[in-house]
């Protein structure tokens, strides 16, 4: 999935970074506050004592469950299915042109089959949360979108015109207990504490919940009535996208936060500059920035060059 803001490029940059200031790691808790796709945490998951992920999205919640809390597969073949004309072949296939007619019938009908299965307990939790997070990888593939859900494309590009394959999203096993949260992490960080959080809020006024729509459309699966062009539905506006919103977030979240080394990462184009940043984080301890260049993920060959300086502020909290 070409997920907006993901670390995967920057795993290596990270470790580094957070090993020079913390030292030791496999004796710490790990959070990750924003998980998004779950990359960081699943990254640290083998070499800290336990990670805690949380993102605010229901899409989010279900990989990051399936990516660092799960502990067991399912054999995605035992799971009985006829493809539906349901919600998602309705309203984003029949009208508006997500997906092939074909391959939304089969998403409601692997949806569907998801549900019953949990329902009538011939899958557990874990087993769930495999299934849902196999099934939105297996349809970002077919989407005809350009990465995002915000708009489709008027003809079927080549992958939205193959037929879906129901891929297994494979974990790695992990023999400790890992956690998993789906909380604005303003509210979260009140109930937890640990030794490192990672911070990767989003850094601009894009929200993930119209971004990823029809991503938690296939989640939640209930009925709503979809909206314009792009068939949304309600979604959460979070106050990191809001330039008048994030200073104060980010103060309270730090300022809460049971944790005594905090790294975020934020790049040079973001809402929340170097210096407003560094006035932030200086509140609460010793603070110092490393800086990253790479290339961003462009949602498509039009959009803005893709340089960008990733930033990753380190606070070392006093009284800790
Ligand atoms: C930059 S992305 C994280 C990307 C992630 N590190 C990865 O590699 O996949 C930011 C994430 O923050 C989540 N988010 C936004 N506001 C939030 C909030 N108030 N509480 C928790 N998560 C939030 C979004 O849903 C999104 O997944």
């Given at each position: 999935m070409n997920y907006i803001g993901s670390k995967k490029h920057l795993l290596h940059f990270i470790e580094t970074t957070v090993k020079k200031e913390v030292g030791v790691l496999d004796n710490k808790i790990f959070c990750d506050l924003f998980a998004g796709t779950g990359t960081v945490g699943a990254?640290?998951?083998?070499?800290?004592?336990?990670?805690?992920?949380?993102?605010?999205?229901?899409?989010?919640?279900?990989?990051?469950?399936?990516?660092?809390?799960?502990?067991t597969v399912y054999d995605l073949n035992k799971l009985e299915h006829e493809h539906k004309e349901g919600f998602i072949y309705k309203n984003y296939a029949l009208k508006r042109n997500y997906f092939s007619k074909e391959n939304a019938k089969k998403i409601d009908g692997l949806r569907e089959a998801?549900?019953?299965?949990?329902?009538?307990?011939?899958?557990?939790?874990?087993?769930?949360?495999?299934?849902?997070?196999?099934?939105?990888?297996?349809?970002?593939?077919?989407?005809?979108?350009?990465?995002?859900?915000?708009?489709?494309?008027?003809?079927?590009?080549?992958?939205?015109?193959?037929?879906?394959?129901?891929?297994?999203?494979?974990?790695?096993?992990?023999?400790?207990?890992?956690?998993?949260?789906?909380?604005?992490?303003?509210?979260?960080?009140?109930?937890?504490?640990?030794d490192i959080l990672y911070?990767?809020?989003?850094?601009?006024?894009?929200?993930?919940?119209?971004?990823?729509?029809?991503?938690?459309?296939?989640?939640?699966?209930?009925?709503?009535?979809?909206?314009g062009k792009s068939g949304f539905d309600d979604y959460i506006r979070s106050d990191y996208c809001r330039t008048t919103k994030v200073e104060e977030a980010l103060d309270a979240l730090i300022g809460e936060a049971k944790f005594k080394y905090i790294f975020?990462?934020?790049?040079?184009?973001?809402?929340?500059?170097?210096?407003?940043?560094?006035?932030?984080?200086?509140?609460?301890?010793?603070?110092?920035?490393?800086?990253?260049?790479h290339i961003r993920y462009r949602v498509s060959q039009k959009s803005r060059k893709g340089h960008v300086v990733e930033y990753l502020h380190v606070v070392k909290k006093d009284g800790m």
């Open positions: 990254y640290f998951k083998t070499k800290v004592k336990k990670v805690i992920a949380n993102d605010i999205e229901p899409y989010a919640y279900a990989i990051i469950y399936n990516k660092i809390k799960n502990s998801i549900e019953k299965s949990f329902t009538c307990k011939k899958i557990n939790k874990d087993e769930y949360y495999y299934c849902l997070a196999s099934l939105l990888f297996s349809a970002d593939r077919v989407a005809n979108t350009t990465g995002v859900y915000g708009s489709f494309l008027k003809k079927l590009k080549f992958m939205a015109k193959s037929k879906m394959k129901f891929i297994a999203q494979e974990f790695e096993p992990s023999d400790k207990q890992h956690e998993v949260y789906n909380q604005n992490a303003n509210e979260l960080i009140k109930t937890i504490e640990g911070l990767d809020p989003p850094y601009n006024h894009r929200q993930y919940g119209l971004n990823y729509h029809i991503l938690n459309t296939i989640v939640k699966n209930e009925l709503f009535k979809p909206r975020l990462s934020y790049s040079n184009d973001g809402i929340l500059d170097k210096i407003a940043i560094k006035k932030i984080m200086s509140k609460y301890g010793s603070y110092s920035v490393k800086e990253f260049d």
